[in-house]
């Protein structure tokens, strides 16, 4: 779904708000002020995001604070949220040790 | 559809074209990068293992890493706005036995001849400069002026940096083909209809460069395979140096963050498949873990909360072609760097930003030439 | 337990396991939808294992100790629990393979799975696979949200109801939807203080019946309110909030402070599909569906062909479809599979078709969220008390068809929504009350028939919406006898005072009987006598100090 999306277009400046020192994504402990001015650096989507502040890099995996992320970055670009593209899910779903995602038990009982 | 004049457009939005465009707008050069996915850097430019290294590398392509490693990537966190997170701690590659050493000593040897400081150093050594690496590792080749960095950050910095200068960012755009007019390559035809035009184009898209070439009649000859990594929860800080090891089977360093990234393979990459996301294959990030604790038996506990593949876009030869395509004035190709392109990255768009604006480079660039590529016999 | 062979660590002789590799069917989630799913497709002959994270199967439906609605094909009026141990056994009895401690770790091509059971990992394929993974918490962001003691409802419901753990002793409930309305009054039967229920929209999102047993034992409602901050250093202490306009927009001077130690977050829910979109699922993100969703045809197929969705994770609704929807998804599988034919498969799915569409209906359903509703389907004025403030007003109860008014002891039925249930008309062995065929009529009592006094009418109504009045009992008392599901229950003789709808007090009242039955299901029978002049304004007890 990839639609043409011009990144100089005007989305206005970046105006600090009260609220901005609020942290949103709390394992990587990114403020809702970090979120906002990385739009206005450039960074128009979830996935660039994420890769530019570690939100949704965390522990959780963004499961605690995606939608909050998303509403912040949606309203910064004056879109609806459900017109910004979502996050990628990749494997493990929940964190593994090394030990055991190395341990793929095929023949041995345990 | 747009119909659109720029004095320079740049084809992929990855770090090569985002390095480009940086340098470019730095000197006041209007140009216009256009990216097919819907994000910047989504390729190679996010997925790497964040390398940033001259060892192991062929002499083809050394002199532009060193200059890199010499006169931008000090400095680049800085020049770009962001933390770049590079590290000059050294790297690391770790042998076990006879045949290990065999392996390293040749990589030693060839570094030496073009006059970069690589040196083997046994295991006491090595556990001297990481204490926490296994018993079991017995030698290691050394370079000290190697190192890694964060290329998730470094790319959107360059891109972000370039914006900010005036480079214009279009993603979403997909470049279907090239047209000369009046002998000259000046056009950029898009999926949407839209024609782009300018004076100099330049092709970095990575393994759809060799299509979008074709259209004007030039071959890189490529294939790509799918390569994974694997990111673990932040641990306590362990390390700096960049690792790897004799046999590959796994690369990788601890971020600032204190997660560790490592890369590895099961042995299939040539043959993996994918459904578009990239998508790892099921056999791999097992095959990467017990890689890593062949030689980080402490890093059994770590927890991994992410893995992900990327394509490597690989040339012929092992190194990339750079560089004009005389034969079709306005064309400048940057592409192919079979999977160790981040590292030189800076080098390449300073170099090629050079090359657009005054039409030479720096530093020799003529053995990646396009047209190097013969048959055997 | 015949279905539970496997738990986690189990030895497992060689032979079995190399035929385990490759199912027919692999559900990941033992939830209400996944067991579901299991059950149809084992009694239909296909090869089936159920892989959850869990240390216990269910999913959500162990965690609801109240009564269902619906009718009885939805299971109405049995608590979530019991439904729960009843999919249970109808599981074992199908012969389905529930491997728990199992979290699947990825969804990779081919429909092959890794399953994550102790210190391996293990590989599995599926020539068909139903995700069936459910649903999680969302957040809201406040001043001090990340303080501990901030939690969400369901993490709260976790803890009291699966591990008889207190979350905290003075809660605050954040979210006005159903389950912050339930979750609110098993705080206090968990024995919790809840000080306040806050919303910032105009309207209770839930069912009028679960703000109504919310409201009347004294719990305030502050609709178009929200948190302007939580207080504490290292653990909430207090919280203050504020009334907001149109624009949720906190109003200067409407600021109102409690001291508390937990704040529960009820906002809403998002389905868990990392899994189907890590497989490569063509998603939406469809704000009906509450969040990001699997695209998924009428069978529950998603764009990859035997990779199907069920519950939750495919649309938050509630358990009940979800346990339609999972039955109905086992039976596509089985005919994907070839085990049935398409006609049968058409043939067993029209009556869950059937069924999940009476549940779809009413004030609640789906198809109405959004809209304005202002009458019901009767014609009647919907309460604006209880879409406001939780709590139906004296002035406006009598308009109900439930509410009539006779000599002795009758039934007053409370519910004021159209919602599809009806175990109240089932109870009534005397046929005083009427629900009808279209079950989300509001159900109507007939003055004409004698009650029998007999309570089945109280303890059957999920909503404990149902009260038996006596307006005069000639001695200047009535007596009105409600649901109570608090403990410790009050002895007879004991002296309080009655609280009114709105949870004040409004008179005097002892405890004249109490009643308990097996047939009740762990619902007392509270007969309260009251001056005659409160019978219809009193409706619960609350015990002198």
Redesign the interface.
């Known amino acids: 779904?990839?639609?043409?999306?011009?990144?100089?277009r005007d989305i206005g400046e970046f105006v600090s708000q009260p609220?901005d020192e609020?942290?949103?994504c709390?394992c990587e402990e990114i403020t809702?002020g970090e979120i906002r001015r990385a739009v206005h650096?450039?960074?128009?989507?979830m996935?660039?995001i994420r890769?530019?502040l570690?939100a949704g890099?965390?522990?959780c995996?963004g499961?605690?604070?995606s939608?909050?992320v998303k509403g912040i970055v949606a309203r910064e670009l004056k879109v609806s949220?459900?017109d910004?593209?979502?996050a990628?899910?990749?494997?493990?779903?929940?964190?593994?040790?090394?030990?055991?995602?190395?341990?793929?038990?095929e023949?041995e009982?345990? | 559809m747009i119909s659109y004049k720029a004095d320079v457009i740049i084809i992929g939005g990855g770090i090569i074209g985002c390095a480009t465009a940086y340098y470019l707008a730095k000197n006041n050069i209007s140009v216009t990068v256009l990216e097919a996915s819907d994000y910047i850097g989504n390729g190679g430019s996010s997925r790497n293992g964040g390398g940033v290294r001259q060892s192991g590398r062929d002499p083809r392509e050394l002199p532009l890493v060193m200059y890199g490693i010499r006169n931008l990537w000090p400095h680049l966190s800085e020049e770009i706005g962001v933390d770049t997170e590079y590290h000059q701690d050294g790297n690391l590659r770790l042998g076990k036995n006879v045949h290990h050493r065999e392996i390293l000593q040749g990589l030693t040897d060839r570094a030496n001849k073009v006059g970069l400081d690589v040196r083997m150093i046994d295991g006491d050594e090595v556990r001297k400069i990481i204490p926490y690496l296994s018993d079991e590792v017995t030698v290691a080749s050394w370079c000290p002026t190697d190192g890694h960095a964060n290329p998730l950050t470094t790319t959107l910095g360059y891109y972000k940096t370039a914006r900010k200068l005036g480079a214009r960012f279009y993603t979403g755009v997909k470049v279907m083909e090239l047209r000369k007019v009046k002998g000259e390559l000046r056009r950029v035809l898009t999926d949407d209809g839209s024609v782009f035009e300018a004076d100099q184009i330049m092709v970095a898209a990575g393994y759809e460069s060799r299509k979008l070439l074709g259209s004007v009649g030039i071959d890189v000859p490529m294939t790509r395979s799918l390569l994974e990594a694997l990111v673990t929860e932040a641990e306590p800080h362990l390390f700096d140096q960049m690792l790897g090891t004799a046999d590959a089977d796994f690369y990788g360093h601890q971020t600032k963050h204190g997660s560790f990234v490592f890369g590895g393979s099961s042995g299939f990459e040539g043959f993996n498949k994918d459904n578009c996301t990239p998508m790892t294959s099921s056999i791999t990030a097992p095959a990467i873990c017990r890689g890593i604790m062949k030689y980080f038996p402490d890093l059994a506990d770590a927890k991994i909360v992410r893995t992900w593949a990327g394509w490597s876009d690989k040339s012929a030869d092992g190194v990339p072609v750079l560089g004009r395509v005389e034969e079709v004035p306005g064309l400048i190709v940057a592409c192919a760097f079979t999977g160790h392109g981040f590292g030189i990255a800076p080098a390449i768009g300073d170099q090629m930003a050079k090359l657009i604006m005054s039409g030479t480079t720096d530093i020799d660039i003529s053995a990646l030439h396009y047209d190097r590529f013969k048959a055997k016999i | 337990m015949y279905y539970l062979r496997y738990m986690a660590g189990a030895k497992v002789p060689l032979s079995e396991r190399n035929d385990m590799k490759r199912y027919d069917l692999i559900v990941v989630g033992a939830g209400p939808s996944g067991l579901s799913a299991a059950i149809e497709a084992s009694k239909r002959g296909v090869k089936t294992i159920v892989f959850d994270e869990n240390a216990r199967p269910g999913g959500q439906l162990f965690k609801q100790i109240h009564k269902f609605f619906g009718s009885k094909e939805h299971k109405a009026k049995i608590r979530g629990f019991v439904i729960g141990q009843q999919l249970l056994d109808e599981a074992g009895k199908a012969g389905v393979e529930v491997v728990l401690n199992a979290t699947v770790i990825g969804l990779y091509q081919d429909k092959e799975i890794v399953v994550k059971t102790g210190d391996t990992v293990h590989h599995y394929k599926g020539d068909s696979i139903i995700i069936a993974t459910g649903a999680s918490e969302n957040m809201v962001t406040f001043d001090g949200w990340t303080l501990p003691g901030v939690i969400g409802a369901g993490a709260a419901q976790t803890l009291m109801n699966l591990h008889g753990i207190k979350p905290g002793k003075r809660v605050l409930m954040l979210g006005s939807g159903n389950v912050g309305l339930v979750v609110s009054f098993q705080l206090m039967q968990a024995g919790c203080e809840v000080a306040a229920l806050v919303d910032a929209a105009p309207e209770i999102g839930g069912y009028g019946v679960h703000a109504a047993k919310v409201a009347r034992t004294g719990v305030p409602f502050y609709l178009s309110h929200t948190i302007v901050k939580a207080e504490g250093t290292d653990h909430v202490t207090g919280v203050t909030i504020a009334a907001v306009d149109d624009h949720f927009r906190f109003i200067p001077g409407t600021e109102k402070h409690f001291d508390v130690d937990t704040i529960c977050v009820a906002v809403g829910l998002s389905p868990m599909s990392q899994l189907l979109k890590m497989a490569g699922c063509r998603m939406s993100d469809d704000p009906k569906r509450s969040g990001q969703v699997p695209i998924i045809d009428g069978h529950g197929e998603t764009s990859i062909p035997g990779l199907f969705a069920a519950g939750d994770v495919s649309g938050i609704e509630e358990a009940s479809s979800a346990m339609i929807e999972g039955r109905q998804a086992g039976i596509y599988a089985a005919e994907f599979l070839g085990f049935i034919s398409k006609t049968e498969m058409d043939n067993g799915e029209e009556k869950l078709d059937a069924a999940l569409d009476g549940l779809r209906q009413g004030m609640f359903a789906p198809k109405n969220r959004g809209k304005n509703i202002e009458k019901t389907e009767e014609g009647i004025d919907i309460s604006r008390n209880l879409l406001c403030r939780g709590f139906i007003g004296d002035d406006e109860i009598e308009r109900f068809p439930g509410v009539t008014h006779k000599a002795g002891v009758h039934p007053v039925i409370e519910c004021t929504q159209n919602i599809p249930c009806n175990p109240c008309q089932d109870a009534c062995a005397m046929h005083c009350i009427m629900v009808g065929k279209v079950i989300t009529a509001l159900p109507a009592v007939d003055p004409s028939l004698k009650c029998a006094d007999c309570g089945m009418c109280v303890a059957s109504c999920s909503g404990q919406a149902i009260f038996l009045v006596n307006e005069d009992c000639g001695d200047g008392t009535a007596t009105v006898t409600l649901p109570y599901e608090f403990l410790p229950v009050p002895d007879e003789g004991t002296r309080g005072r009655a609280l009114g709808r709105n949870g004040q007090e409004v008179c005097d009242a002892e405890v004249v009987k109490i009643r308990t039955s097996p047939a009740y299901d762990h619902t007392t029978l509270l007969t309260m006598s009251v001056p005659k002049e409160f019978a219809m304004k009193a409706r619960f007890f609350k015990a002198n100090a």
Request: glycine share 6%.
């Open positions: 779904m990839n639609t043409l999306s011009d990144r100089s609220g609020m942290i949103i709390r809702k650096e450039g960074m128009f989507t996935t660039e890769r530019y570690r890099m965390g522990l995996q499961q605690t604070c939608k909050l949220p459900a910004l593209e979502p990628t899910s990749r494997v493990p779903m929940r964190p593994i040790e090394m030990k055991v995602f190395a341990n793929e038990n023949d009982d345990e």
